[in-house]
């Protein structure tokens, strides 16, 4: 699957990932972190898979899933359920695992706004959201809010026309799929006692929310999310998809040949859930 963070990784954009992702081009010449296979060797001491068999990781660090074959860590990845199929699994490991940390513990009656709900990541987070009877506020782009009220947001807002901080409402849990706002406008949305956790954004946003929001911790929390990632996070993902609990909408199904134009609608918010990339379309 297409993710966010395969753009960033291309572009160097936001800055800190280039120090992981490579300074001035990518480190790592074939992008794509979640991936979906069959096994076709064992490194040496390898044990619990078999030749053959389904599996499936969010591989960010070591990335490599646009091409036929991948070589990847053996403790971060986990068997494929047999009632997923392969679009379906490719779309979970990492932006099912955000929807799943960042929704960890919400109970019914929260009012949670999700900023940036129209993508991959915040489409599940919807879902785990309303699954535990939240009360959920979609904000993304006028092209996706209508479709967003039919998954199931009570409320949704088109960030071009309204600022949420600016709206007089507060909410028990906010999550940020793209920070641009410094943690004194956060703090206006939030109710006394709530928390507000950013994913991704730009370093000095970033910063400001890391360092400045220390300063108002003492009402409301205000931090980054840091997501587990891993093979025990990839099993939880996985279970909330085989439960229902979580639904990834696929947009398209692309050969090789499309990866840059998923790529750049993905990096600009413009795809209606994932886009999966598949070898065998070539």
């Not at 479709?147 to 960030?159: F, P």
């Not at 909410?171 to 006394?192: F, H, N, Q, Y």
């Not at 709530?194 to 929310?209: N, R």
């Not at 929001?213 to 931090?223: A, E, N, T, V």
Request: glycine share 14%; aromatic share 6%.
């Amino acid at each position: 699957a297409a993710n966010l963070s395969d753009w960033e990784y291309l572009t160097g954009s936001p800055a800190w990932v280039r120090t992981v992702g490579g300074l001035f081009k990518p480190k790592v010449s074939v992008l794509g972190s979640d991936i979906v296979g069959h096994v076709d060797k064992l490194g040496e001491g390898v044990s619990g898979f078999e030749i053959g068999q389904r599996v499936m990781g969010d591989y960010v660090m070591t990335r490599g899933g646009f091409a036929e074959y991948a070589c990847v860590p053996a403790d971060e990845t986990v068997a494929v359920p047999d009632a997923l199929t392969d679009d379906i699994a490719s779309c979970l490991p990492q932006a099912g695992g955000i929807a799943v940390a960042g929704t960890e513990g919400l109970l019914e009656g929260d009012r949670f706004l999700i900023n940036g709900a129209g993508g991959g990541s915040g489409t599940m987070a919807l879902q785990l959201a309303k699954a535990a009877g939240a009360h959920v506020t979609a904000v993304d782009n006028a092209g996706k809010t209508d479709w967003l009220s039919r998954l199931g947001a009570d409320e949704v807002i088109d960030y071009a026309k309204m600022n949420f901080t600016e709206t007089g409402k507060r909410w028990d849990r906010i999550l940020d799929m793209v920070a641009t706002r410094g943690p004194r406008e956060i703090s206006r949305a939030l109710s006394k006692g709530g928390s507000y956790m950013a994913l991704g954004g730009g370093v000095p946003t970033l910063l400001s929310i890391v360092f400045g929001g220390k300063l108002l911790s003492r009402k409301r929390s205000i931090g980054m999310l840091l997501v587990p990632s891993g093979r025990d996070l990839t099993r939880r993902v996985a279970e909330c998809a085989l439960q229902g609990r979580i639904a990834p909408h696929v947009e398209a199904v692309l050969p090789f040949s499309s990866v840059p134009d998923a790529l750049a609608r993905t990096g600009k918010g413009k795809v209606l859930g994932k886009i999966v990339i598949k070898p065998s379309l070539e």
